[in-house]
């Protein structure tokens, strides 16, 4: 079966502007969840969704957002980019409970802000 | 509070070598344990996932890791190191969200040790 696929893979973008980037989760994954990861302060935790709403938010501004549609893709929004935005940002899907656990990460989206 | 510590964020090792990457857990998290890996680039892979049934899990590419309770640790190895397993490693252990409701989760890593191998 597919896997996760986020798009786009790189994008260059302007301080100031707003970005949106895309996930979609393997089929039958209910369960999205993003991260930022930079090289200074490894992998953090930005916002889960399960069937639609937001189950859990990480500590970040309000300039990051998300969403989940009825299909389970998903959708982050970055508005007013700072320069230190610029990360790889992964999406991960996953079933339901503790059995079924363990995250299928995307390849991630590559985000420079210049 | 830290849920998983992976101890030594860069380790080297020689090709043909044994790998060893340690990570320690909160005794407070569910027995449940994963190992990730991420080459350059990439997203994470899962390495293996600690689910109870055996102490000793068997991954993929030749890895495995070893639950000891009493020592609350969930150590990476590989007996003989290659090339191509130079990447970073990531273990991580789900924590529950009990303001979610219940069967909600939210996956912690550690910071990753960087593996190095040398020819």
């Known amino acids: 079966k597919a896997g996760v696929t986020q798009t786009p893979r790189y994008l260059i973008k302007t301080r100031g502007q707003q970005v949106t980037l895309s996930c979609s989760p393997i089929?039958?994954?209910?369960?999205v969840s993003w991260y930022q990861q930079t090289p200074g302060q490894g992998l953090q935790f930005l916002f889960e969704?399960?069937?639609?709403?937001?189950?859990n938010k990480g500590n970040f501004p309000g300039r990051f957002s998300g969403r989940q549609f009825s299909n389970s893709r998903s959708e982050m929004n970055v508005s007013t980019l700072e320069l230190g935005d610029s990360a790889l940002y992964l999406c991960?899907?996953?079933?339901?409970?503790?059995?079924?656990?363990?995250?299928?990460f995307g390849s991630g989206t590559r985000l420079t802000v210049v | 509070a830290q849920s998983v510590t992976q101890l030594g964020s860069h380790v080297s090792v020689s090709e043909g070598a044994l790998v060893l990457l340690r990570c320690n857990y909160s005794?407070?998290?569910?027995?449940?344990l994963f190992w990730y890996v991420q080459y350059p680039n990439q997203g994470l892979q899962l390495l293996l996932k600690?689910?109870?049934?055996?102490?000793l899990v068997k991954g993929i590419n030749g890895f495995e890791a070893e639950f000891k309770k009493s020592e609350t640790s969930f150590h990476l190895t590989k007996p003989s190191a290659h090339m191509s397993d130079a990447a970073e490693y990531f273990c991580?252990?789900?924590?529950?969200?009990?303001?979610?409701?219940?069967?909600?989760?939210?996956?912690?890593f550690g910071k990753g040790t960087k593996l190095s191998v040398i020819p």
């Open positions: 991960a899907s996953s079933g339901t409970g503790l059995e079924n656990y363990g995250y299928t």
């Open positions: 089929s039958g994954h209910r369960s």
């Open positions: 600690y689910t109870s049934a055996a102490t």
């Open positions: 005794s407070s998290v569910p027995p449940y």
């Open positions: 969704y399960f069937s639609e709403t937001q189950r």
């Open positions: 991580a252990a789900p924590i529950p969200l009990a303001y979610s409701g219940a069967g909600s989760y939210q996956l912690t």
